[in-house]
């Protein structure tokens, strides 16, 4: 059955559940980096910058394993594929468990985290390829963020509780034991190796090689400067004087708002145009990394971490989808991906450089805040081609 004859609402159960819990899990690192670098930074002895560098290294790998997928997507079972990266994800947590229970090495936990990366990755790459041709991706993509949102705003209320009891040791060994509950919805996911071109290509508007170049470019500016930001939200909170508990309840009730701008894209997803919510979205967030740079206390902190989480995840929603739309080349959204990694890899590395040691947070944000700008003229450029496009 063609991926792209049925809309998101008539799949079955199983693979919306699936599109959900997947990413959510394997990415997870990404949601909950702030409160996870605030612990390896005061309880771990690992320096700031190194800690950036293990979030950076765990999302490089995400991003190199798409390179051979593409060769291997194609040709291999993607159940199969799945059950593997899932085995190899749960026992490298589970070696990262033991190892930092045994005392926490720079080194050695960047190495493992890394290989994790390209075993989460092979898990995102077939998730972002198999909701990337659906014939409504705006709402497969909503469900997807909408997923990640909701472990995320658990994660960032409970991990803080959690560490000052067991310290960062049972992150690892939950996310090796999470990892494992969702092999029974492998069985959920289309053999992508067995459709044809035409049910994975979804097309609105005529080829076009230079928007394609530009969507993808735009999406890695976007990355590289959330990335950036949010990895040390935790730590500029306290470094504007926030209790550091006081820091995790606003970063995970702000992700509340997150969870309802998900839920609010994918509601309108299929029913308005792109452009629109991308320029309300990346207005808000352009805002938010404006305001991370600024004099914080405690009520403005809320009010820019709940703004930016909203801003995030209603807009990445359209984003993700508008990409979905131009690839007319058929490997798009698996470039995509690719492209996200990189971009999260570079982020919290890059502005780790602007911090230094010393913690020279604003002129990080500040450096995030001029991507962003670039970022929102590329994505609206693009969204009024696509739109213009779709008309015709």
């Known amino acids: ?50 800690a950036g560098y293990i979030i950076s290294g765990e999302l490089a790998g995400m991003a190199l394993a798409t390179l051979p997928a593409y060769y291997w997507l194609r040709r291999v079972s993607t159940r199969r594929a799945l059950y593997v990266a899932i085995i190899a994800s749960s026992l490298l947590s589970i070696t990262a468990f033991f190892h930092t229970v045994s005392g926490m090495e720079y ?11 390209i ?23 909503g469900l997807h963020t909408l997923g990640q949102l909701t472990l995320s705003a658990v994660g960032l209320a409970v ?23 969702v092999i029974p919805m492998v069985k959920n996911f289309p ?26 470019f735009g999406i890695f500016l976007f990355y590289v400067s959330l990335s950036g930001v949010w990895t040390y939200a935790e730590r ?17 009730i702000a992700t509340f708002f997150g969870i309802a701008s998900a839920a609010l894209s994918s509601f309108m997803g299929g029913r308005v145009n792109n452009l629109i919510p991308i320029i309300i979205g990346m207005l808000m967030l352009t805002l ?33 989808g508008l990409l ?40 990080g944000v500040l450096f995030c805040l001029s991507v962003i700008i670039a970022c929102t003229i590329i994505m609206t450029f693009v969204a009024m081609v696509e739109r213009k496009g779709a008309k015709a």
């Open 159 to 181: 991990l803080p509780l959690l560490f000052a009891k067991t310290g960062l040791q049972a992150l690892y060994l939950m996310m090796a034991v999470a990892i494992l509950l």
């Open 119 to 141: 075993a989460n990755g092979t898990i995102m790459m077939i998730c972002f390829t198999t909701m990337g041709g659906m014939n409504n991706p705006d709402r497969a993509f």
């Open 324 to 363: 979905a739309k131009i690839d007319v080349s058929g490997r798009l959204v698996m470039s995509t991906f690719m492209i996200i990694g990189i971009g999260l890899a570079i982020g919290p590395a890059l502005v780790a450089k602007f911090i230094g040691t010393e913690g020279n947070y604003q002129k």
């Open 1 to 50: 059955m063609s991926m792209n004859s049925v809309s998101v609402a008539k799949d079955p159960i199983g693979l919306l559940w699936s599109i959900i819990f997947f990413p959510a899990i394997a990415i997870a690192i990404l949601v909950i980096a702030p409160t996870v670098v605030g612990e390896m930074v005061t309880k771990q002895g690992i320096a700031l910058d190194q």
């Open 288 to 320: 938010a990394v404006w305001l991370f740079s600024t004099e914080l206390t405690y009520t403005t902190y809320f009010i820019t971490a709940a703004i930016f989480k909203f801003g995030w995840t209603f807009v990445l929603t359209f984003l993700l």
């Open 107 to 117: 080194q050695t936990i960047l190495v493992l985290r890394f290989l994790a990366g």
């Open 236 to 252: 500029i909170g306290v470094n504007a004087g926030i209790d550091q508990i006081a820091v995790g309840f606003v970063l995970s």
């Open 191 to 216: 053999e992508l190796n067995k459709l044809t071109p035409q049910d994975i290509r979804p097309k609105s508007i005529e080829g076009n090689v230079l928007l394609e170049v530009l969507g993808l």
